[in-house]
């Protein structure tokens, strides 16, 4: 199939990668395409901050309607996000504002009492809070969720009332699956609670503050939350979130009111190839600075090593930075110093410092609730192999 190139700022030869692979790359998404199993990919892979390959292959829609995938495309990046958002509380760190071991209720009174108490902004930051996970990441027989309690109790609420709709306090009646420190649990709604720290803290939207403070220092001109309506007809329309865009396109909160730094952010794997070469240049890029040294170190080496459950793990320790997952596995090509993140739908951020390698790739899968490994850790490993 026809792949279209990107801007690059070298070939892959210049940065000591094997052109070959490049070719076997191309063939990786032909044939998952071929199986049905990709709508297309978008990629972005760049070595010693020279970006050597980028571009697109496949169809822009599902159900395609002709038009072919492009380098520039949109995506909502889903959880993602939480690399932003666990930034912004770096930041706040580094400013004095908070403490990584500073309990989450001196901020949000909600978590001030038995169970919430115990839970630290580390905790939230690292998925060891104890709260309850993601839809199918654990057994939850009654399909019970924290948005689910929200959205429940605001259906409850007297819109006459003087006391306004507190949806901190809905979600917390859902109580908590463990204490914290136990296990590692998979929490995006860790990551919205985060949110409404940065909020209580900063006095502002934390939607502000991640695009005033992180993408825009790094002219990640196409990282955003609440998507311009003059960028709507560069998105992929993908199974995961069209009616995410059908919303956005009638000007409709896509957030249901709550913070979106769990999983609410667009980007493109261009922007997302900036975010994580200012990670590896120890939090600064073309001069602009994000983060100090000793953060980004603190960031993407393991700081927590807790049993894990999720997603049939049965216990097998999972080693997790602060808002990067090591992601450590026997599956895996890269190098033992690599931190990445994920986004379901599927996106893909993935950087190692000592090849000096960062990748960004977005493959959309053709159906919801799917999974295909081939295509996340196969992409990985096919990328990793053109390495000289």
Not at 113 to 123: A, E, G, Q, V, Y
Not at 320 to 343: L, N, P, Q, W
Request: net charge negative.
């Amino acid at each position: 199939m026809q792949h279209t190139a990107g801007k690059v700022d070298c070939s892959p030869a210049d940065v000591g990668y094997d052109e070959h692979r490049v070719e076997a790359l191309h063939r990786h998404f032909d044939r998952l395409m071929d199986e049905n199993k990709i709508q297309g990919a978008s990629y972005c892979i760049s070595r010693g901050g020279q970006v050597f390959l980028h571009g697109a292959v496949g169809a822009r829609s599902v159900p395609d309607d002709g038009a072919s995938m492009r380098p520039d495309d949109i995506q909502f990046v889903a959880s993602m996000t939480k690399v932003f958002t666990a930034t912004a509380i770096m930041q706040l760190v580094e400013d004095g504002l908070v403490r990584l071991n500073q309990a989450v209720g001196e901020i949000l009174p909600q978590f001030s009492t038995p169970p919430f108490d115990k839970i630290n902004l580390f905790h939230l930051l690292t998925h060891t809070s104890g709260m309850h996970g993601d839809y199918g990441t654990l057994p939850n027989k009654y399909d019970l969720t924290y948005w689910g309690a929200v959205g429940g109790a605001f259906q409850l609420h007297d819109a006459t009332s003087e006391e306004p709709f507190d949806p901190i306090s809905a979600a917390l009646a859902l109580g908590v699956r463990d204490e914290p420190d136990k296990q590692w649990i998979y929490s995006t709604f860790g990551y919205v609670v985060l949110g409404w720290v940065i909020e209580k803290v900063t006095g502002r939207s934390a939607h502000a503050v991640i695009e005033d403070r992180i993408a825009a220092p790094l002219g990640l001109v196409d990282t955003f939350f609440m998507p311009p309506a003059d960028k709507l007809d560069r998105y992929m329309v993908t199974p995961w979130f069209a009616d995410r865009i059908e919303k956005a396109r009638r000007g409709e909160d896509i957030f249901w009111g709550l913070p979106g730094t769990g999983g609410g952010m667009s980007s493109t794997p261009y922007d997302l190839n900036r975010l994580g070469n200012a990670f590896l240049n120890h939090g600064e890029l073309d001069g602009a600075r994000i983060l100090g040294r000793m953060a980004v170190e603190q960031m993407t080496t393991p700081a927590s090593s807790l049993p894990s459950y999720c997603w049939g793990a049965g216990g097998q320790l999972r080693r997790y930075g602060i808002g990067f997952d090591k992601a450590d596995r026997v599956e895996f090509t890269y190098s033992d110093s690599t931190y990445c993140h994920e986004g379901a739908g599927y996106v893909q951020l993935i950087v190692d410092p000592r090849e000096q390698l960062v990748s960004s790739v977005f493959i959309p899968f053709t159906e919801r609730n799917v999974f295909h490994p081939e295509a996340l850790y196969g992409t990985q490993n096919v990328i990793w192999s053109g390495l000289t």
